[in-house]
C-alpha cells in the first residue's frame, strides 16, 4: 500500500432497499445466518461422529461446510450493519482488507473444493473397485491442502494488487462488502490494468475449475449409462447430483458479476446475495435432504440424543 491511502474509513451502503424494510430484511437475513451456522455445524458434527461417513466423499464436504460457516460469517454481519443504520455501515481501511483477502479466500478455496469433489466423485462412479486405493486418507488430505493453499495465495494476489492503488477521495463503497469491483471505482489512479488483471485471474480460476467440473461430469455421464440396471444408473445419479445442484447455485451468479462486460452496482448487489448469503445455507440443505447417509446419521443421533436426556 502507499503513501498516498489517505482514506482511513469507508462507507458499506448496504443493498438497495426501501428505509421501511430494514427491520424485515435484518430478521430475515439474521434467520438465513442463524440457521447456515447451525446447519454447517450441525453436517460437521454427523461427519465427525459417524464413523459410516469418514469417506473422502463426507471429508470434502465437510471442508466445504466449514468454508461456508465462515463465508457466510465474514459478509453477512456486515450486510447486518449496513441494515441498521441509513448512512451505512463504516468500516476502517484494515478492516476493509482483511474481509477483502477473507472473502476472496473462501470463495478461491470453495472453486478450488468444488472442483475435487466432481473429481471424487468421477472416480467413485467410474472406477468402484479402485477407488478406495486411488483415494486414500493420504490422497485427500494432500487434495484438500492444495485447495486451501491456492485460494490463499489467489487471494494474496488479488489483495495486494487492489489495495496498492492510492484512495484518497469518495470513501462510500456501494455494496455490503468489500468486493474488487466496488473498491477500484473509489482509487485515486488509472485502474484498467489491474481491473484487466484481476478480470483474467478471476477469469482462469472460476473458468478453469468450471471446465474441470463439466468435464468430470460428461465423464461421470458416460459412466452411469453404461450400468446396465435403471436401478444402479439411479444410484449413480443420486450421489452427484447434491453437488452439481450446489455448483451451479455458486457458479452462475459469480459468472454473471465478474465475467461479463460492464458492471451494474445494483444488480450486482443484489446477485451477490446468492452466492454470499444463500448458497451457504443451500449446502446444508441439499446435502441432508438429497442424502440418506446424513439422514440416517441424522436421525441416529437424535435418538442418541434422546435417550440420553431420559
Sequence with gaps: MTNASLVKTFILTGLPHAPELDMLLFGIFLVIYVLTIVGNLLIML????????????YYFLSNLSFIDMWYSTVTVPKMLMTLESPEGSPISFPSCVAQF????????????????????????????????????????????????????????AQTTLTFRLPFCGPNQIQHYICDAPSILKLACADTSTVEMVIFVNIGLVALGCFLLIMLSYVSIIHSILKIRTSEGRWRAFQTCASHCTVVLCFYVPLVFIYLRPGSKEVVDRIVAVFYTVMTPLLNPVVYTLRNKDVKKALLKLKKSVFIQSK
Design 101 to 156: 483477502y477473507s472473502f476472496d479466500f473462501l470463495g478461491s478455496t470453495e472453486c478450488f473444493l468444488y472442483t475435487v469433489m466432481s473429481y471424487d466423485c468421477f472416480l467413485a462412479i467410474s472406477y468402484p473397485l479402485r477407488y478406495a486405493s486411488m483415494m486414500s486418507g493420504r490422497m485427500c488430505a494432500i487434495l484438500a491442502t492444495t485447495t486451501w493453499l491456492s485460494g490463499s495465495l489467489h487471494s494474496a
Design 46 to 57: 454427523l461427519i465427525i461422529v459417524n464413523p459410516h461417513l469418514h469417506t473422502p466423499m
